[in-house]
């Protein structure tokens, strides 16, 4: 068993992991305006909320 008191040492290497993706370009027909309307009321909704 182990106490925190105890000093010990710990060596070794980490690999890095390595992760790819690739994201394809897409059209953004979106009405601002609409989503904008629609978005604040909810993002409002949210920082007011108690828990954040």
């Known amino acids: ?3 925190l008191d105890d000093e010990f ?3 070794g290497q ?3 992991p390595s992760a790819f993706y690739v994201l394809r370009r ?3 027909d979106y009405d ?3 989503l904008d309307a629609t978005m604040t009321p909810l993002v409002l909704e ?3 909320d108690p828990l954040f």
């Open 1 to 3: 068993m182990i106490s």
């Open 14 to 16: 980490l690999e890095k």
């Open 26 to 28: 897409s059209s953004t």
């Open 46 to 48: 949210s920082v007011w």
């Open 9 to 11: 040492l710990v060596e």
């Open 32 to 34: 601002w305006a609409r």
